[in-house]
């Protein structure tokens, strides 16, 4: 016990992969006396199992030789003399099986072991009674549940060295680009000179020049989509599509279809095959909204897809590439979704390689004044008036307001307001409308000892937002819908259920 105590401590002091594995592969055919111990791990895209020596590799999606069932299992195979003849269709396990002599056994075994997040394969190649005799070395089970932990974290390590090393040369390139072709102009994209918004306009161009995964957080209605459009714009993909769809959306049941495309018959009411919006945006950029409501199994395929850029749309066997570049949105805290387990942790990492904060319009109140004035212009030009615009002391009382729909919310009221306003004419606080738009309402005056009946109390409390809203946009359910940050047909069933 105190020689592998010895082990484990030594192994620790490893700063490098290659040095790590060597060393776990040394110590394995010493102290259990195999003959041979191989190491493979899973390539950066995915798709092989590779030797540190890079002499193996082995396809993972290969169900022909068994360290792809050992993988995906996530359990130990043991392959005695009588047993390894079933495998040997497999040209390279052939090949691979003359290292192992007639009288010896091939134990492979996933790591960590008992767990789905297979990070390594280990084999194990020696005289048949020693090999059975491995799952039962408590010592050595422990020494490996030291390896795998600490190549998890050098491999980590390397990862976020890589990605510092991308986002260098994304930096240089800025400059480059900035220097070239000016690319400050963010007029038709982001609204406003506050020092938030300038710092968002610098990190957007970053991101625009680097192929990382980009996850743009925010509440309802800061303009997420705007950001992800910007970026998109801003890159080398410009000239190819954004394509957008919002995974709240859409019901469970039609998003995978809609994301992967589906064949002819592939379901009930499938009487075409239908290209998908990851086909859709080859080349491009895909923005997912609403990221935290994706289904838990449809994340698991997103994520193989961001890891291979190969998808099969539904009912099919063939495989299709698509590259397109992701931009990932929510106003939810997915950190909070990954601890309730509704939403994957790797996932969330893979999404997580350039994060940015879309800030509330509580943030920026200075942003104000610009955000009036194009929405007045926006609206002057679609529908054919000549509102002169707020005047100033409308747009002080603008900046007293709560926004808990942020800029959605403003462009809602500015647009209500310049409909009561005629042409030639400034907007004065009486023409807004005589309620309260704060987020602090009702809930605190709610009289809690009377209540009896929870869902009866929710339902009303419901009912009296919706009917508020419905009145304060004049029954349009377009924009009573789009200001709850509800899609229009949830909102439409809410209607219908509470009798609205």
């Not at 110590?27 to 092989?48: E, M, W």
């Not at 897809?305 to 929510?330: C, D, H, M, W």
Request: charged content about 25%.
């Amino acid at each position: 016990m105190k020689q592998w105590l010895t082990y484990t401590a030594d192994m620790i002091e490893c700063r490098k992969c290659s040095e790590l594995i060597t060393f776990f592969r040394n110590v394995s055919v010493d102290q259990l006396a195999v003959a041979q111990c191989l190491v493979f791990y899973p390539s950066d895209d995915g798709r092989l199992l590779v030797s540190d020596e890079g002499s193996e590799q082995w396809e993972v999606d290969n169900f022909d030789h068994p360290l792809s069932h050992a993988l995906h299992h996530a359990k130990p195979i043991l392959l005695d003399p009588q047993k390894r003849p079933f495998w040997m269709q497999h040209s390279d396990f052939s090949h691979f099986s003359k290292k192992i002599s007639d009288a010896e056994s091939l134990l492979i075994v996933p790591l960590p072991l008992q767990s789905q997040k297979i990070k390594v394969v280990v084999c194990l190649i020696g005289k048949k009674q020693t090999i059975n005799e491995v799952l039962n070395n408590e010592y050595w089970l422990k020494f490996s549940h030291v390896f795998i932990s600490q190549w998890i974290l050098l491999h980590e390590l390397v990862s976020k060295q890589r990605q510092e090393v991308q986002l260098n040369e994304s930096i240089s390139l800025l400059k480059i680009h900035k220097k070239n072709n000016g690319l400050r102009d963010f007029s038709r994209y982001l609204i406003g000179s506050s020092s938030v918004m300038e710092s968002l306009r610098e990190q957007i161009v970053i991101a625009a020049q680097s192929s990382l995964t980009v996850l743009v957080e925010g509440g309802t209605g800061t303009g997420k989509e705007l950001v992800a459009k910007a970026i998109h714009e801003l890159s080398d993909r410009k000239d190819k599509p954004f394509v957008a769809i919002n995974c709240a959306a859409i019901p469970e049941n039609l998003l995978e279809s809609e994301l992967f495309g589906h064949e002819k018959g592939a379901f009930t009411g499938a009487i075409n095959e239908r290209k998908g919006l990851l086909a859709q945006a080859d080349g491009g950029t895909l923005f997912l909204d609403e990221m935290g409501d994706m289904p838990l199994a449809l994340q698991a395929k997103l994520l193989r897809v961001l890891e291979t850029f190969e998808y099969r749309p539904v009912g099919s066997n063939k495989e299709i590439r698509s590259q397109f570049r992701l931009v990932a949105a929510t106003h939810a805290n997915l950190r909070n979704y990954v601890n309730q387990g509704v939403f994957r942790q790797d996932l969330y990492y893979r999404l997580y390689q350039y994060p940015l904060k879309v800030p509330s319009l509580s943030n920026r109140l200075d942003d104000i004044d610009e955000l009036v004035e194009f929405f007045v212009k926006q609206y002057n030009q679609r529908e054919n008036k000549n509102v002169l615009g707020f005047d100033a002391q409308t747009l002080m009382l603008l900046k007293t307001l709560e926004y808990p729909g942020n800029v959605r919310q403003l462009r809602s009221l500015v647009e209500y307001a310049c409909v009561h306003t005629n042409s030639n004419q400034f907007v004065n606080e009486h023409i807004l409308p005589k309620i309260n738009v704060s987020s602090e309402k009702t809930v605190s005056s709610m009289q809690f000892e009377s209540i009896d009946d929870l869902k009866l109390a929710l339902e009303d409390y419901e009912r009296n937002i919706i009917s508020e809203r419905l009145t304060f946009f004049s029954g349009n359910r377009a924009k009573t819908a789009e200001s709850l940050g509800l899609p229009k047909r949830t909102l439409a069933h809410k209607c219908q259920k509470l009798e609205i």
